[in-house]
């Protein structure tokens, strides 16, 4: 009988080359079926966003914003003078902090840091990329909508918020679901569902922005940026929120 030749491996154990075949088969079948798995849950992904993006939450945005608009009676418009003197009338760039623990200038440049991001300015750009100058008209009619709903929600903030055992305020749509609507477990929904969004809508399309930049010019591998970018992510949000509003108004201005 005619023996095929083996491997002879560290402890004198004897691979064939069928068995390094079959593992090596059975390997890159394994990471197939990952891919087959990650591509299956792509098209889920992108089938959800297609009906929420393009029809769902395009009349819920709007429907909304309309509602608040009625309900105060314009506000926007209103108390358009009124808004400015609030944010402008007493700004100073080296002012004394007010009640709430800020300077003038920290809360606008923390409200700015809160508002503009990678969405704002990409998404800016490819509207006009794809709708041409006519999609601007369109960004404004949106924006009138939008901001009563950022207005709504912020009033409510502040009216539903509350100070925790360090002596700071704490608030947002998790208190004011539960105290206003009285539905703790809706809360804790939200909150649940945030967290797992905020991977995505939070952190991943920034990281992915800086470590790609940072890649095609310096040559820095993805995995190192992510790193230090989160332990300096980490660094500010643990000083609480006296430490955000330090590095807001150093950055936002650049």
């Known amino acids: 009988r005619t023996e095929r030749p083996g491997r002879l491996m560290g402890g004198g154990l004897v691979v064939s080359p069928e068995s390094l075949a079959q593992a090596g088969g059975s390997f890159f079948r394994r990471g197939a ?23 769902i939450l395009v009349f819920l945005l709007i429907g909304t914003g309309l509602y608040f608009y009625v ?3 314009f506000v926007q418009v209103r108390c358009f003078g009124e808004g400015m003197r609030a944010v402008f009338g007493e700004f100073n760039m080296r002012g004394g ?14 409200a700015i ?3 503009v991001g990678t969405g704002n300015i990409v998404g800016a750009c490819g509207a006009i990329l794809l709708g041409g100058p006519g999609a601007i008209f369109w960004m404004w009619v949106m924006a009138l909508l939008g901001m009563m709903t ?10 539903y918020r509350r100070k925790n055992e360090k002596g700071e305020w704490v608030g947002g749509p998790m208190y004011y679901i ?28 920034q990281v992915n922005g800086i470590s ?12 190192v940026t992510g790193i230090v970018v989160c332990a300096l992510i980490a660094v500010i949000i643990y000083g609480g ?6 590095v807001t108004e150093k950055f936002v201005p650049f």
Not at 182 to 196: P, R
Request: hydrophobic content about 45%.
């Open 33 to 55: 079926g990952r891919r087959h798995i990650m591509e299956a849950v792509l098209q889920v992904v992108q089938r959800i966003n297609f009906y929420l993006s393009d029809y």
């Open 71 to 73: 309900r105060t009676r």
């Open 97 to 110: 902090r007010q009640k709430g623990g800020l300077s003038s200038f920290q809360a606008l440049t923390t």
């Open 113 to 115: 840091a809160a508002q």
């Open 150 to 159: 950022s207005f709504s929600e912020n009033v409510l903030g502040v009216y």
């Open 178 to 205: 539960e105290k206003g609507l009285g539905q703790k477990w809706l809360a804790v929904i939200f909150s649940v569902f945030c967290l797992f969004a905020s991977f995505g809508i939070g952190s991943v399309a």
């Open 212 to 223: 790609t930049a940072l890649k095609g010019s310096f040559n820095i591998p993805g995995i």
């Open 241 to 246: 929120l006296k430490r955000i509003v330090t």
